[in-house]
């Protein structure tokens, strides 16, 4: 039986170019650490399709070399189905998540283990990420997690996957990833916070997000967004009672800002326009500036 790993560090990919898969694979070999840790590729293309092909023979060192555990789905099956696979076929105390355009830093298994060893009553810690898009580094508040508890968290929680260091035991209690086409992390994070689990934010930056115009695992159509944020709103709406009547308002005014802004990125007038009814509806409930300058930015984009 071999020895039980550390960490187990879960990429799951689709029709991913050679360039990133590589960066997001070698800069988790290239850890500096001494925790024992596994490094997991699932393909999520479908055995026997063109990128499934491509993918196989762009990783066939890393498989024979035993750097990498990889595993290929019959056919395409999702973001967290991808996630939760990797999971089971992991052999770790902890569990890591790399999206397969994003690296890790140098440093990302050594601090977050650290963390966790040394503070066992947490289930999971966060840590913030640099950003790029273009070559130009990106600074923003939401480089940064927040989570607190569940109200907290529904009305200004801020986390993407690769922030994450968790128990594997923790992460089986919830039942992993639900089934969602989006925000499959902030869907996560929800169900998490529910059901009790506690989690640290580490304000170190530890992993880099690439912005760029690439698909990831999932669509991103305005249409699989709209159904996401219709079945967070109806998750969260179980638990309106956790919610004072401020905190309930702050949270719709979130909702019609985040709706709104599907329709204003885009580069068409006629679907950037409609997003004008959701700021709308969000300045009527808060009567910030903000949401009324988006009114304007959605007929007039600056």
Same mark, same amino acid.
């Given at each position: 039986?071999?020895?039980?790993?550390?960490? @187990?560090?879960?990429?799951?990919?689709?029709?991913?170019?050679?360039?990133?898969?590589?960066?997001?694979?070698?800069?988790?070999? %290239?850890?500096?650490?001494?925790?024992?840790?596994?490094?997991?590729?699932?393909?999520?293309?479908?055995?026997?399709?063109?990128?499934?092909?491509?993918?196989?023979?762009?990783?066939?060192?890393?498989?024979?070399?035993?750097?990498?555990?990889?595993?290929?789905?019959?056919?395409?099956?999702?973001?967290?189905?991808?996630?939760?696979?990797?999971?089971?076929? @992991?052999?770790?105390?902890?569990?890591? =998540?790399?999206?397969?355009?994003?690296?890790?830093?140098?440093?990302?298994?050594?601090?977050?283990?650290?963390?966790?060893?040394?503070? %066992?009553?947490?289930?999971?810690?966060?840590?913030?990420?640099?950003?790029? +898009?273009?070559?130009?580094?990106?600074?923003?508040?939401?480089?940064?997690?927040?989570?607190?508890?569940?109200?907290?968290?529904?009305?200004?929680? %801020?986390?993407?996957?690769?922030?994450?260091?968790?128990?594997? +035991?923790?992460?089986?209690?919830?039942?992993?990833? !639900?089934?969602?086409?989006? &925000?499959?992390?902030?869907?996560?994070?929800?169900?998490?916070?529910?059901?009790?689990?506690?989690?640290?934010?580490?304000?170190?930056?530890?992993?880099?997000?690439?912005?760029?115009?690439?698909?990831?695992?999932?669509?991103?159509? !305005?249409?699989?967004?709209?159904?996401?944020?219709?079945?967070?709103?109806?998750?969260? +709406?179980?638990?309106?009672?956790?919610?004072?009547?401020?905190?309930? %308002?702050?949270?719709?005014?979130?909702?019609?800002?985040?709706?709104?802004?599907?329709?204003?990125?885009?580069?068409?007038?006629?679907?950037?326009? !409609?997003?004008?009814?959701? =700021?709308? !509806?969000?300045?009527?409930?808060?009567?910030?500036?903000?949401?009324?300058?988006?009114?304007?930015?959605?007929?007039?984009? &600056?």
């Amino acid at each position: 039986m071999n020895k039980k790993n550390k960490a @187990s560090i879960i990429i799951t990919t689709y029709d991913r170019s050679g360039f990133f898969l590589n960066r997001a694979i070698n800069s988790v070999l %290239n850890q500096k650490t001494l925790y024992t840790y596994e490094l997991i590729v699932v393909d999520d293309n479908g055995i026997g399709t063109h990128a499934q092909k491509h993918t196989q023979i762009l990783l066939q060192e890393y498989i024979e070399n035993k750097q990498i555990k990889y595993i290929a789905h019959k056919e395409n099956l999702g973001a967290c189905k991808a996630r939760n696979n990797g999971v089971e076929n @992991s052999n770790a105390d902890f569990i890591f =998540f790399l999206d397969d355009d994003d690296e890790f830093l140098p440093n990302k298994i050594q601090v977050q283990l650290d963390f966790m060893l040394e503070n %066992n009553h947490f289930d999971g810690c966060l840590s913030a990420f640099k950003r790029y +898009e273009n070559d130009s580094e990106i600074i923003a508040k939401s480089n940064y997690p927040v989570i607190g508890d569940f109200v907290n968290f529904s009305i200004q929680g %801020n986390f993407f996957t690769p922030m994450l260091c968790i128990k594997k +035991e923790s992460l089986k209690k919830i039942g992993g990833f !639900k089934e969602i086409d989006r &925000f499959q992390d902030r869907y996560l994070m929800l169900h998490a916070l529910i059901n009790g689990l506690t989690f640290k934010c580490i304000n170190e930056p530890l992993y880099i997000m690439f912005e760029h115009n690439g698909d990831r695992i999932t669509n991103k159509n !305005k249409i699989k967004t709209i159904k996401s944020l219709n079945k967070i709103k109806g998750f969260i +709406e179980n638990y309106k009672n956790k919610f004072s009547d401020l905190e309930w %308002n702050d949270y719709l005014t979130k909702d019609q800002r985040n709706r709104g802004i599907v329709y204003y990125v885009s580069k068409k007038y006629f679907i950037r326009v !409609k997003g004008f009814k959701f =700021f709308f !509806k969000a300045f009527f409930l808060k009567k910030e500036m903000r949401d009324l300058k988006m009114m304007i930015k959605c007929i007039i984009k &600056f």
